[in-house]
């Protein structure tokens, strides 16, 4: 492992509903769920540290480098996939979006649900969730519920 600082990032209002309790729950090699307390990744283990954004729906909190297990290491993304100034996707290019929508995919078996979209539009002004303005992309196909906290 690097010596670099590691982050969950989900939407806050997911991060909302979290609490040190929660489960954060991946899959394993064989697709079986494997469950990790909040609590036990985290860097603060006496409460929940989540920074969210002022305006966009997306929080993060830092984890505890010598806790994270092995398992969430193998799936983590690097920094380097993170844009370092705003910017659309090109139009060209397909996103695509792994959830569980309507909590499809969640059982004995962890099996993400995937869309594939394309940006429709570059950066547009809209208002969002508290009648704040943010900064959005739109996609081809409106959203679904349960993407939220996919990747």
């Given at each position: 492992?690097?010596?670099?600082?590691?982050?969950?990032?989900?939407?806050?209002?997911?991060?909302?509903?979290?609490?040190?309790?929660?489960?954060?729950?991946?899959?394993?090699?064989?697709?079986?769920?494997?469950?990790?307390?909040?609590?036990?990744?985290?860097?603060?283990?006496?409460?929940?540290?989540?920074?969210?954004?002022?305006?966009?729906?997306?929080?993060?909190?830092?984890?505890?480098?010598?806790?994270?297990?092995?398992?969430?290491?193998?799936?983590?993304?690097?920094?380097?996939?993170?844009?370092?100034?705003?910017?659309?996707?090109?139009?060209?290019?397909?996103?695509?979006?792994f959830g569980y929508p309507m909590?499809?995919?969640?059982?004995?078996?962890?099996?993400?649900?995937?869309?594939?979209?394309?940006?429709?539009?570059?950066?547009?002004?809209?208002?969002?969730?508290?009648?704040?303005?943010?900064?959005?992309?739109?996609?081809?196909?409106?959203?679904?519920?349960?993407?939220?906290?996919?990747?």
């Amino acid at each position: 492992m690097t010596d670099v600082d590691n982050y969950l990032v989900t939407a806050a209002h997911v991060a909302k509903k979290t609490s040190l309790n929660t489960d954060i729950v991946i899959k394993s090699k064989d697709d079986t769920p494997q469950k990790f307390k909040l609590q036990k990744i985290v860097m603060n283990k006496d409460t929940l540290s989540w920074t969210e954004h002022p305006n966009a729906d997306v929080a993060a909190i830092q984890l505890d480098r010598s806790n994270i297990p092995e398992e969430i290491m193998k799936i983590s993304l690097p920094f380097g996939f993170i844009f370092h100034q705003l910017k659309a996707p090109f139009r060209e290019r397909e996103v695509t979006v792994f959830g569980y929508p309507m909590s499809l995919g969640i059982g004995k078996k962890i099996s993400p649900i995937t869309k594939t979209l394309k940006p429709s539009s570059g950066l547009i002004d809209l208002l969002y969730g508290t009648n704040s303005q943010s900064t959005f992309y739109l996609l081809d196909d409106p959203g679904v519920s349960g993407f939220s906290s996919g990747v």
